[in-house]
């Protein structure tokens, strides 16, 4: 297998804390999104959307995209179970990974990605330049709070986002939350449970790489 990084970016943080706690060494090249290495040939010919991470699995796949990349080292890792072990633990897994990206992820990007001025013609990832819309940087950022919310009425009932254990939608809510600070947004002082499940994913041996 070979991983492919970046190690300054969230979205290839999530696949690298995955392998991680999967116990799991994996051949690994850096891709340096600062220095544009993502729209060069040589990686556009590996992964023509221009992002990471990216895995390229024993059998030779390509796998772009975080959730692939967790289903394929979970089938092939089983243990530590961090998808669920039955059907109501996976159901459950895969809802709360999606609320993380969906309500915690795209709201910080568009925040930053509208809002930063070094972001002017990068409003998205990938081969193609879109304008910044600056009115979905102000969106995002009631987004994000809203999140912060959401969290903690989950957290306030469980000690983890999905199950009672740790999982794959923990490492998403972490990373994004964590990488909410370049919009200057923070867990609110007052959110004891969230800030409680962030301090405790946050001493994982996996959050520090």
């Given at each position: 297998?070979?991983?492919?990084?970046?190690?300054?970016?969230?979205?290839?943080?999530?696949?690298?804390?995955?392998?991680?706690?999967?116990?799991?060494?994996?051949?690994t090249r850096q891709i340096s999104l600062a220095d544009?290495?993502?729209?060069?040939?040589?990686?556009?010919?590996?992964?023509?959307?221009a992002t990471v991470p990216v895995l390229v699995t024993e059998g030779g796949q390509v796998l772009t995209e975080n959730?692939?990349?967790?289903?394929?080292?979970?089938?092939?890792?089983?243990?530590?179970?961090?998808?669920?072990?039955?059907?109501?633990?996976k159901a459950a897994v895969l809802?709360?990974?999606?609320i993380a990206e969906t309500q915690g992820a795209q709201p910080v990007?568009?925040?930053?990605?509208?809002?930063?001025?070094?972001?002017?013609?990068?409003?998205?990832?990938?081969p193609t330049d879109y304008e910044q819309i600056p009115a979905l940087a102000e969106r995002g950022m009631q987004r994000v709070a809203a999140f912060f919310d959401l969290l903690e009425a989950r957290l306030q009932d469980s000690p983890f986002l999905a199950l009672e254990r740790f999982t794959l939608?923990?490492?998403?809510?972490?990373?994004?939350?964590?990488?909410?600070?370049?919009?200057?947004?923070?867990?609110?002082?007052?959110?004891?449970?969230?800030l409680t499940w962030f301090e405790n994913v946050k001493a994982r041996p996996s959050a520090a790489l």
């Open positions: 297998m070979l991983f492919y990084d970046c190690a300054t970016a969230p979205s290839p943080r999530r696949a690298r804390m995955f392998i991680a706690e999967k116990g799991l060494e994996i051949e544009g290495a993502q729209l060069s040939p040589d990686f556009l010919a590996i992964n023509p959307r959730i692939a990349i967790a289903a394929y080292l979970e089938a092939l890792h089983p243990e530590p179970p961090l998808m669920g072990s039955d059907p109501e633990e809802m709360w990974n999606a990007a568009e925040a930053l990605r509208n809002g930063n001025p070094r972001m002017k013609g990068r409003a998205l990832p990938g939608a923990d490492i998403t809510a972490f990373v994004f939350v964590d990488f909410a600070r370049v919009i200057r947004a923070r867990i609110p002082e007052g959110n004891l449970a969230t």
